[in-house]
């Protein structure tokens, strides 16, 4: 059950889009349309952004948005502000009826 | 609003055990599968354990599989992590997070999670 394959860090000026890769299997990303995606701020519990691959909950920024090709997922934010900086997880179900995350993105705005 | 608190945290000796609970509210506690999630300290999350509405399906990783064991209790509102067994890098925050379906076919993805509560398990 290897974690999901993500860029350690990726950063932008305010107002830039940057995009978050996530990459899998055939065993998970590859095969379901269960891909989730979580924002955490420093010493707080995650927060999902994005689920389903791309529906966002009530309350979620239409800046964020996500997306999957093949055995890659990913999540784009739009218009960074200020209190985007946080580490972002992606998570996808797994064809042993697991959950896998990935290793987190730290974003950073410059 | 939706509310998760755990507990039963706190300092334990390798092969130990410990108990932890998820007090849960505002929302049908018996219609929704529930998780734990753990994170090591300045380290990413890892999914430890899901368990249907009903309790009739338990779902674990290799890592913890023979040594956790979740459960819960729909009147009391509760969910529970047994862990034995207790090793150094079992040490984390564990978080209690609600399940987006009745959870008979695994853990899809998880909303909310709660503040988490810290084991540390060391000598």
């Known amino acids: 059950q290897s974690a999901l394959t993500q860029p350690a860090s990726v950063s932008g000026s305010p107002g830039q889009s940057v995009t978050i890769s996530c990459t899998g299997t055939s065993n998970d990303v590859g095969s379901y349309d269960y891909v989730s995606w979580y924002q955490q701020h420093p010493g707080k519990a995650p927060k999902v952004i994005i689920y389903d691959v791309s529906r966002r909950p009530s309350g979620v920024s239409h800046r964020f948005s996500g997306s999957k090709s093949g055995y890659t997922a990913s999540l784009a934010i739009s218009g960074l502000q200020g209190e985007d900086e946080a580490t972002y997880y992606c998570?996808?179900?797994?064809?042993?009826?697991?959950?896998?995350f990935g290793g987190g993105t730290r974003v950073t705005v410059l | 609003e939706v509310q998760l608190v755990e507990s039963g945290g706190g300092l334990v000796q390798p092969g130990g055990s410990l108990r932890l609970s998820c007090t849960a509210s505002?929302?049908?506690?018996?219609?929704?599968?529930m998780n734990w999630v753990r994170q090591a300290p300045g380290k990413g999350l890892e999914w430890v354990s899901s368990?249907?509405?009903?309790?009739?399906?338990?779902y674990y990783p290799d890592s913890v599989k023979g040594r956790f064991t979740i459960s819960r209790d729909n009147s009391k509102n509760t969910l529970y992590l047994q862990m034995k067994s207790l090793r150094v890098e079992d040490t984390a925050v564990y978080y209690c997070a609600k399940g987006s379906d009745s959870g008979d076919y695994g853990p899809k993805w998880l909303d909310p999670w709660g503040q988490g509560t810290l084991v540390t398990v060391s000598s």
């Open positions: 505002g929302f049908g506690f018996n219609t929704y599968a």
């Open positions: 998570s996808s179900y797994t064809s042993r009826t697991t959950l896998v």
């Open positions: 368990i249907s509405d009903l309790g009739g399906s338990k």
